[in-house]
């Protein structure tokens, strides 16, 4: 269902790759909200990815954009700001990847090389991007900048390894230039903390299954899906929401205020094989809907 939440508003959406990105959903539904967008990507997703598909469907134009490289993200600014005749409403950085996650280097054996380019690429464009826009001032009062993060920034979670570090430095950024966004612009800037979501950067996640299911069993509401992720995104680019700014907002069912669930409990103790241990209640054995 639409609310014509959007109407108006022009933005620009980083990181959509192909029909499971998150940035893809938000894409869909903003535009179902009323929004006009430009699309970016890298060259390189350019021509391994389905964008043009999605640039038809939501009659945006596609601007190729290294989001670690100024001299790109100027480019693509200016050349947004010339497209809509004007500054823009709201920004989406979805963008993440790490080289230490893909090549399966354990924490304690990164490649520092991967590691400045993990920074680089997954917090740091984040930075680049507030930035290039501001000195352009590219972006209307009450506009709406979002990251997508994860609560790995808060929490250890075995394998994510350096998007760990990524995603606590992204956030950070959002507090740090939200404080200058807000005071100079009042621009907002937030950071969506979202479920573990089986997208091509998700599944790069060794084990997402199983992290997928422990997340679900764990949160009293369930897994975020991209979609619910993308209906977040709207409300956020919206004018509902022109007071929220400097947050990292946990989109994750609930999962990051839990410590046990019964439901997770239960699938911990089916696997200690009950008969040697007697002292078990019965009733944890029960998984709960
Ligand atoms: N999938 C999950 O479980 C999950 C959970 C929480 C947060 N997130 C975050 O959501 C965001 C989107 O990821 P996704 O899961 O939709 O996966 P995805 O693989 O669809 O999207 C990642 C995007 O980053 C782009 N990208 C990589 N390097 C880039 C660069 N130098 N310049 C510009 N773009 C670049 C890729 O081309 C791709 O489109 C990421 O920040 C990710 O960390 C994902």
């Not at 639409?2 to 959406?13: E, P, Q, R, S």
């Not at 490649?111 to 352009?136: G, P, R």
């Not at 200058?180 to 800037?189: A, P, S």
Request: with cysteine.
């Amino acid at each position: 269902m639409a609310y014509n939440l959007l109407n108006g508003k022009k933005g620009i959406i980083f990181g959509a790759l192909n029909n499971l990105s998150i940035a893809w959903k938000v894409a869909e539904r903003a535009h179902d909200e009323g929004a006009e967008f430009i699309l970016t990507n890298t060259p390189v997703a350019l021509r391994f990815g389905e964008l043009d598909e999605l640039a038809q469907k939501t009659g945006s134009i596609v601007i190729p954009a290294d989001a670690t490289s100024e001299k790109d993200l100027e480019t693509l600014v200016k050349k947004a700001m010339e497209h809509f005749g004007g500054k823009i409403d709201f920004i989406l950085h979805s963008i993440g990847m790490s080289m230490n996650v893909r090549k399966g280097n354990p924490y304690n054996e990164l490649n520092y090389n991967y590691l400045m380019k993990t920074l680089d690429i997954s917090a740091v464009s984040f930075h680049k991007v507030l930035q290039v826009a501001y000195k352009l001032d590219a972006i209307n009062e009450w506009g709406s900048v979002l990251a997508l993060s994860y609560v790995a920034a808060q929490r250890t979670l075995y394998r994510y390894n350096d998007m760990a570090d990524a995603k606590a430095l992204l956030e950070s950024i959002a507090r740090s230039f939200g404080y200058i966004y807000g005071r100079e612009r009042k621009i907002r800037v937030n950071t969506i903390s979202q479920s573990p979501t089986r997208t091509t950067a998700g599944s790069g996640v060794k084990g997402i299954d199983g992290l997928m299911d422990f997340t679900e069993r764990m949160s009293p509401l369930g897994n975020a899906t991209s979609d619910e992720c993308a209906d977040y995104c709207v409300t956020l680019f919206s004018d509902l929401t022109k007071k929220v700014t400097m947050q990292n907002l946990f989109h994750d069912g609930g999962f990051s205020s839990m410590g046990m669930s019964n439901r997770a409990m239960a699938m911990y103790n089916r696997s200690l094989e009950c008969k040697d241990c007697p002292d078990q209640d019965e009733d944890m054995m029960k998984i709960e809907d």
